[in-house]
Nanobody, 111 residues
């Protein structure tokens, strides 16, 4: 049972990235899935949740309208599309299901 994130990298302000979270050992269709992020010196914060029925909830006003969480149950994968990225979005992004965490993927927004 694991979560594996990918898709992070270095991007200029205003750019886009799509993060992926591939799940194995369980079916994501049965669970709410979440993306968190942790910037240096900060606590880990919830970014977005997608419920088992596909309802999306964005926890932070700072990302609403720029980030989109989605899921592909057939691929057992959760995504986070991030547009109009800002330097303050720089963080390690983690996928989460209840008490299960991925290893994280680094997103750096810098010119």
């Amino acid at each position: 049972v694991q979560l594996v994130e990918s898709g992070g990298g270095l991007v200029q302000p205003g750019g886009s990235l799509r993060l992926s979270c591939a799940a194995s050992g369980f079916a994501i269709s049965r669970y709410s899935m979440r993306w968190y992020r942790q910037a240096p010196g900060n606590e880990r914060e919830l970014v977005a949740t997608i419920t088992s029925v596909g309802f999306s909830i964005y926890a932070a006003d700072a990302v609403r309208g720029r980030f989109t969480i989605s899921r592909d149950n057939a691929k057992n994968t959760v995504y986070l599309q991030m547009n109009n990225l800002k330097p303050e979005d720089t963080a390690i992004y983690y996928c989460n299901k209840e008490f299960l965490w991925g290893q994280g993927t680094q997103v750096t927004v810098s010119s």
